[in-house]
């Protein structure tokens, strides 16, 4: 085996030993990494370890940088990978920490800040990694039908609440306006109950203690409908990736890429 697929078989796949010791370790890096950014916003541990903090930052965006050198030398077709999902994500996850570089002046600090949330792309590309996220993944595009519905059927309950909360309680009681009264009836829905509003009249109380009752039985509902997805038996999938077309969704004896006829 030559090196090139040598080191394919390793970055791309997790069927060896050797390709799940890549995954964890790039696990353990990616959690590191969110770990430092957490860290960093605590103002006293930034006070005290701030230099430690950017050092070990270059040191991971050093380590995904070349992860992302790797996968663009390995795969047959560069291009097809950097603009894919993950692709992205791999860019995403090592440029902030160098634009930071180019950021000079007073409003800079601010600009930096910006970049930092983008570190949290790092996080997704956990999903890559592990069965569990592609379950979970799969699961919700399968529901996505269903829980399309299910949302266009609550934006219908708010919608009407909302109006007929604007009619009973009127301006003088705070409701001020439909989609106010809207805003009302989708937080009561929720269980959230911020409290800026809320009804005085007794027709009013009754109608959200219903939206109260009926926010707890909705709440409820999607969670039905991804479970039972999750629960279907699906097909064990390996972890074999084409190096032609990068499809990753094949059966455990497949020889060819069902998508390009590719030999794995």
């Not at 605590?42 to 940088?65: C, G, N």
């Not at 930096?112 to 792309?121: C, G, N, V, Y």
């Not at 306006?177 to 989708?186: E, F, M, R, T």
Request: glycine letters at 4%; aromatic letters at 12%.
């Amino acid at each position: 085996m030559t090196l090139k697929k040598r080191l394919y078989e390793i970055i791309f796949e997790a069927d060896t030993p050797a390709g799940k010791l890549f995954d964890v370790i790039l696990l353990v890096v990616i959690l590191l990494s969110v770990l430092l950014v957490m860290l960093e916003s605590v103002s006293s541990i930034a006070a005290e370890y701030l230099d430690e903090l950017r050092v070990l930052e270059w040191i991971i965006t050093i380590i995904f940088t070349l992860e992302y050198i790797l996968r663009i030398l390995i795969v047959q077709k560069p291009l097809r990978y950097a603009f894919s999902f993950f692709g992205i994500i791999d860019f995403l996850s090592v440029i902030p920490t160098y634009l930071s570089l180019f950021a000079f002046g007073y409003q800079s600090l601010v600009v930096i800040r910006m970049l930092r949330l983008l570190r949290i792309f790092r996080v997704l590309k956990l999903t890559r990694y592990t069965q569990a996220g592609r379950l979970l993944m799969r699961a919700m595009w399968a529901s996505r039908e269903k829980i399309s519905v299910f949302i266009f059927f609550i934006l219908i309950i708010v919608v009407i609440m909302g109006t007929m909360m604007y009619l009973i309680e009127g301006e003088s009681n705070g409701f001020k306006s439909i989609p106010l009264s809207v805003y009302w009836a989708i937080v009561t829905l929720t269980t959230v109950g911020y409290g800026d509003i809320s009804p005085v009249t007794p027709l009013g109380q009754l109608m959200a203690s219903v939206i109260m009752i009926l926010g707890y039985a909705i709440i409820a509902v999607p969670t039905g409908i991804i479970t039972a997805e999750i629960i279907k038996p699906t097909p064990v999938k390996n972890t074999q990736v084409c190096h032609k077309c990068l499809f990753d969704k094949h059966d455990d004896d497949a020889v060819f890429c069902k998508k390009c006829g590719e030999i794995l």
